[in-house]
């Protein structure tokens, strides 16, 4: 007779499903969009520009903003990737660290708007900053992060074997 017994877990459904699905195309709208800023970012006459000393701040600061960008939209496809592997070995692993993505998304956007809102107000030219990333981000931890904590069915599914 077998006297330790594992918690069994669940399959991954439901709300579950739902939140997941949301996830992945996240990062796939993420990863569609990141074509443009690295078609943009690995232009070689951009990037030649971009060092001279007489460039204007404007094309900096868009050039920075751009880059910002691309490094938040690949840190989302890679970490979709990352938490996609976690979630199909349903590791116990993987609750802590989906919030923790959303919550470093957060705070890389964050940084980003802020740091564009700067050096826009430094060269003295109004450029437009993009506040949709940010939204997003916000509203996705705003909902992700207390279900992936509160959840009896994430509980229940990604449990320690």
């Known amino acids: 007779m077998n006297t330790s017994s594992k918690p069994e877990t669940r399959r991954i459904s439901g709300w579950l499903l739902v939140a997941l699905i949301c996830l992945a195309a996240w990062a796939l709208s ?7 800023p690295l078609k943009l970012m690995l ?7 971009f060092v001279r000393p ?3 701040g404007w094309y900096r600061t868009v050039i920075a903003m751009v880059g910002c960008d691309v ?20 590791s116990a692993r993987f609750p802590v ?5 959303l919550l470093a998304i957060v705070v890389m956007r964050t940084i980003a708007y802020l740091l564009g809102e700067h050096m826009t107000h430094a060269i003295g030219i109004a450029i437009a900053i993009p506040f949709d990333g940010f939204i997003q981000a916000v509203v996705a ?8 904590r509160l959840s ?3 509980q229940q599914t990604f449990v320690a074997a």
Do not use: C
Not at 30 to 36: F, G, H, I, K
Not at 71 to 90: E, H, N, Q, T
Not at 97 to 101: F, G, H, I, K, R
């Open 43 to 49: 232009e070689w006459e951009l990037l030649a520009v």
């Open 71 to 90: 490094i938040i939209g690949s840190f989302i496809v890679a970490g979709a990737g990352w938490l996609a592997l976690l979630a199909r070995r349903k």
């Open 30 to 36: 993420t990863a569609v969009a990141l074509r443009d």
């Open 141 to 148: 931890a705003a909902l992700g992060i207390p279900y992936f």
């Open 152 to 154: 009896r069915r994430v």
């Open 54 to 56: 007489e460039t204007h």
């Open 97 to 101: 660290q989906v919030q923790a993505w």
